[in-house]
């Protein structure tokens, strides 16, 4: 393999039912930084059927290139024919870089695709920056420049690795959706589009999507609240959880949860915040009868204020929490909820 045939940062901007998924524009985001770096441009590549429209708002969020594979057999995503698509798209155009949201989708697609084209994938990033590889010289060990440094949790969270892939390319990952950050919209902002046929053949079609059901849900997804009110297992119960619910009405704010909560069956795994769980980035969140584990906190550290209450003043949370509040949470929720429907009255 002749590294220096491959060069640029690609996205897999991923798409479904026509519009754009909030990986898509993280990952254009920090393909951006990146190719920045490496002195070269972000390239999007967009698979699906009729997908011609959302090349807009990629070139607006900062791709310099969009290749589009659109064909009818790509309405839905099914892992054959999205992988040989991808494949190609990598053969033909032979990326630095290769870059997937680590949602249900990038994860079939990202590490088939790799397989395919014989490189390594680094899963579930929660960092990606361009350095040297060994980060650290070693004596009479080269030092590779402008390499992709990933950086992931590693054993269970309790450590963080940083991995690089020096001899194959493209250097590919997985991505967590809401670590990444998007780039500011540029309103008109254009990109070159290039349409590719990766030449299907049928046997690549082999799924047959017989019916699609959707799960319907009236709760906002807590990767898009502004204010999360998290439990944890101190809350007790399920039942207990009524008094998180009144807090967040009175904010107007969306409940979230511990992996104890979900282990103990109190509350869907949709609502659970954490390495196994969503990234989540609100302006508040709180942290409620949640000790703080390394594995919740790498979903919620970056959120812009950190409220934590907990009867424990040693608990690990507070060493995160901008404002903390040591007691019973059965006390001091009913006032706090209290105090804040008054200020609103
Ligand atoms: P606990 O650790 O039991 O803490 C409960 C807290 O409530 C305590 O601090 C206690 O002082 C406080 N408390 C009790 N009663 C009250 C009261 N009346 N008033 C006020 N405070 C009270 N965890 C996640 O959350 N998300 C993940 O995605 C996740 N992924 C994981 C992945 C792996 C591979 C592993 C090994 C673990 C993972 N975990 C995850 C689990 C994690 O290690 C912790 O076990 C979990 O976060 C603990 O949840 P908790 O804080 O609700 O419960």
Redo the contacts with the bound molecule.
């Keep these: 393999m002749n590294l220096e045939e491959y060069k640029g940062v690609f996205v897999f901007a991923q798409q479904v039912d026509n519009k754009l998924n909030g990986i898509a524009l993280e990952l254009v985001g920090k393909g951006k930084d990146l190719a920045k770096d490496l002195g070269t441009e972000v390239t999007a590549v967009l698979i699906g059927s009729d997908v011609m429209g959302l090349t807009k708002e990629l070139a607006e969020y900062g791709a310099d290139r969009i290749i589009v594979v659109d064909d009818p057999e790509l309405k839905e995503y099914r892992t054959e024919p999205y992988a040989h698509a991808l494949a190609e798209v990598i053969k033909k155009y032979k990326p630095e870089i290769m870059l997937v949201g680590a949602t249900a989708i990038g994860r079939d697609l990202g590490p088939r695709v790799s397989a395919r084209i014989h490189t390594g994938l680094t899963a579930d990033c929660t960092q990606l920056e361009i350095g040297d590889f060994p980060i650290n010289p070693i004596p009479g060990r080269e030092q590779l420049h402008n390499q992709l440094l990933m950086t992931r949790p590693a054993f ?2 309790n450590t963080i690795a940083t991995i690089a892939c020096p001899n194959f390319r493209p250097q590919m990952a997985t991505v967590r959706p809401g670590v990444m950050q998007k780039a500011e919209r540029v309103e008109g902002a254009q990109a070159v589009i290039e349409e590719f046929n990766p030449g299907f053949v049928p046997n690549n079609k082999y799924v047959e999507i017989l019916d699609i059901v959707k799960a319907v849900s009236d709760v906002e997804d807590i990767m898009d609240a502004k204010i999360l009110v998290s ?4 809350v ?1 119960s399920a039942e207990n959880f009524k008094l998180l619910d009144d807090l967040a009405e009175a904010l107007g704010g969306t409940v979230s ?5 979900v282990d103990a069956g109190w509350k869907s795994k949709d609502l ?6 969503k990234t989540v980035r609100p302006h508040v969140y709180f942290a ?9 906190l ?2 919620m550290e970056e959120s812009d204020i950190i409220i934590a ?4 003043e040693t ?1 690990p ?1 507070f060493d995160v929490a901008d404002y903390g509040i040591v ?4 006390k ?1 929720l009913p006032a706090l909820t209290e105090k804040i429907k008054e200020a609103k009255a």
């Excluded at 409620?288 to 919740?296: L, V």
Aim: hydrophobic fraction near 30%; charge should be positive; aromatic fraction near 0%.
């Design positions: 269970g969270g439990g944890g297992r101190g007790g949860c511990s992996r104890a909560v659970q915040v954490g390495q196994t769980g409620i009868g949640i000790s703080g584990a390394i594995q919740h790498a979903g209450i907990n009867k424990d608990a949370i007691g019973d949470l059965n001091i």
